[in-house]
Structures are given as C-alpha cells and as structure tokens.
C-alpha cells in the first residue's frame, strides 16, 4: 500500500463546532497567523511543561507577539503526575489571575497530559474559552489532540475526571516530534498501530512494510502516517462525538492498557507502552472466547515487538487486573465492556464475562510461566521486521 502525499488539512466535522488538523512541518513559528486566521486575539495563556517550555515556548511566545496577541506562560511539570486536580486549580487561579476574558485563549503546548488538563481548564473557566491544541508528542499529534476529550486522572483510575470540549483549531508540527525522548517516541507507536487494527487493514499493512521507516522516524513515512490517523479519528468523531456509540472502537487497547496504568500508579508504564501491552493481551482476550484468529493475535503483536514496545503482562494477579477494569469509562451498570478484534481494521465492544475473563487470565499466565526464558545473547539481537 502506498500512502499519497498529506496536504495539510484535516476537517472534523461537528456542526458548528468544526475545526481543522493543521499538519506541516515548521508551522510552530506561524502559530500567531494561525490563531488570527480562525479569528482569535488577546491575550494567550500557554499552558506547558519546563521541557517543552525550553524547546518551543521563546518560538511560540515570540510569533504570538509579532501577531499582536499578548501571550503569558502557565507552566505544570512533565508526565502523568500534572494531570491532576491539584494543577488543574494552579491553572485555573493563573486565568484568575491574569484576568484572561471569555474570548481569549487557552493554548496547551506540550503532550496528551498538557493537551487534557490545559483542555479542561478551558473548558471550565469562564464556562468555557477558546481552546487551541499545539501537540509535540507523537501520541498527543496522532489521538489525544482531535476529538474534544479533556480531563483529569482520579487516584483509582484514569481519565475519571473530565469534559468534551473541542479546540478551536489543532496545529502539528511533525518536526517537534525529532525532539521526543526515544521511549516516547516508540510509545507514540502504540496508537498509531491502534489504527491500523480498529479501521483500516490497509494502513496496518503500510505499517507492516515500513517498521524501519517507523522505527527511525523517516521523513518520507512520518507525516502521512500522522494524518491518516487523524483521518481515521476525525472520521469516527465526526459520527459519534461523545463516545455513545462507534467512538468506544478507539478505546482498543485501553481498558486493559488503562487498568495497568492504575495499578502501576502512572510510573510503571507511559501510556504509549501500557497501550501495547493491553492490545496484545485483548487481541488474546479475543481469540480465546473465539473471535478471532491465531494470525490475527500473532500480526499485530509481531507489529508491537518489532517497533520497539513491551508486550508481556507484569506478575499480577486476576484481581489486581479485574479491580482496576471496574474503573474504566466503558463500564455501564457495572459491566465491563471491553474493544476486542475481530480482523484486522475490524472491532467490536463486547461485555466481559468475569468467569470467562479469568480462565484466559489464568490460561495466560500459565503459559507465561511455562515459557522458556531467552539465552542472554538473544535478547540482545533484534527483531527482523515483517516484510510484504
């Protein structure tokens, strides 16, 4: 499969919410034209992390300036710990304090903690302020800045604490990912697999053929893998904004992948990598209550192995498992729902059968233990990518 050239215009179509993904290498020192173009002006509040802050935040500041705006900075620390309560309020009393008015502008700069919580300051000061997405990580250019979901972890689970509430505009610049930590990098890889399995064997298959391309972040691969995940989000968005219905298919993944979060207490795993692991284990999920085929399980995790992520489930017991399950989103009158493959770019929600849920959980395990460890030489050869 061949992936035409990406223009740099993705439309999410939601009525009068509407908005487009801007995707186009060194856009970041044109953000203040973008921002005048869909009509904002004002004052700016760049909510940031301290490192993207010192990567982005003097290109950033000095663009909106020379367009008018007047930016300030709202600066929260790196990773999972910041999406929280505690800075979503620290956030909110920097708004109060700057006196930001109902018509200007909530910029979050940084990854999917930055993008969700800068997401839902906005959309609770002042009722709601204009909301502009600049991700800079991999995982937030390709899922977590289209769609509208903003939010805040709670200690017993993720993403319990939150809002819909689509920016005005999301702007990608895919140069900002060369930047990105390797981990982060290979993590961000887990969504965009996620694609490929839940909407379009096509694209998985692309994704088979260029696991190097992927890998070191080829220029030539990059930018049109991007949009044709934000193609996929936009689509499924565009019919089903508040997740009542086909938008659960992009939860494939994350029950078991939030769950693990949970129980590692967001510093075992970065999102990314609990993600591939919980694909791996529902696409097993799947295939032991029969819905779908050995080489369907065996593909895609070859795919998550070959491009850099973990894959084994950590010594836990079923109902550390189970438990953290009971927390995710899907949940409806205590029944777990959970996104399992059917074929690849095919999906389904299904509910869990504890019983059912606990035999494969201890069927898994078993084989787990019985699995011969590698020789210490092998773990160090790597993996041949699937050729097509």
């Known amino acids: 499969m061949k992936i035409s050239e990406p223009s740099n215009h993705v439309p999410v179509s939601l009525g009068d919410r509407s908005y487009q993904v801007l995707i186009q290498p060194h856009i970041l020192p044109q953000i203040g034209r973008v921002l005048q173009d869909v009509g904002l002006s004002g004052q700016v509040a760049i909510v940031t992390n301290s490192i993207v802050n010192e990567l982005y935040g003097r290109v950033v500041l000095r663009s909106l300036k020379r ?9 929260i620390p790196d990773g999972e710990k910041a999406k929280s309560m505690y800075w979503l309020s620290r956030i909110l009393d920097e708004l109060v304090t700057q006196r930001l008015e109902r018509q200007e502008v909530v910029l979050a700069l940084g990854g999917g903690v930055v993008g969700d919580v800068a997401g839902f300051a906005a959309s609770v000061y002042l009722r709601g302020v204009p909301f502009v997405q600049v991700p800079t990580t991999l995982v937030a250019q390709v899922d977590s800045s289209v769609g509208g979901k903003t939010g805040v972890n709670h200690p017993i689970g993720k993403n319990l604490i939150g809002a819909f509430y689509q920016p005005r505009v999301v702007v990608v610049d895919p140069q900002a990912l060369q930047s990105l930590p390797r981990r982060e990098w290979v993590a961000g890889l887990a969504e965009v697999i996620k694609y490929g399995m839940i909407a379009d064997q096509k694209f998985f298959e692309y994704l088979e053929q260029h696991v190097d391309g992927l890998r070191e972040q080829a220029e030539d691969v990059i930018p049109a893998v991007i949009r044709r995940c934000c193609e996929i989000k936009a689509e499924v968005v565009g019919g089903d904004e508040r997740e009542s219905g086909r938008r659960r298919i992009l939860n494939y993944g994350h029950t078991v992948g939030h769950a693990l979060e949970t129980w590692g207490r967001y510093k075992t795993w970065i999102h990314g990598e609990a993600v591939g692991i919980g694909m791996v284990q529902e696409a097993a999920m799947a295939q032991f209550l029969g819905m779908c085929t050995k080489e369907l399980v065996e593909r895609q995790r070859d795919l998550i192995q070959d491009v850099g992520l973990p894959i084994a489930m950590p010594s836990m017991t079923f109902m550390d498992l189970w438990g953290a399950m009971q927390h995710d989103k899907k949940v409806v009158k205590g029944q777990i729902n959970c996104v399992v493959p059917t ?14 849920i606990r035999q494969w959980f201890t069927a898994s395990q078993s084989s787990r233990v019985k699995r011969l460890k590698p020789a210490p030489e092998a773990l160090s050869r790597p993996r041949l990518s699937r050729k097509k």
């Open 343 to 356: 074929r690849i770019g095919e999906v389904q929600v299904v509910p869990l059968v504890r019983h059912r």
């Open 67 to 75: 367009c008018g705006f007047s930016p300030f900075f709202v600066v």
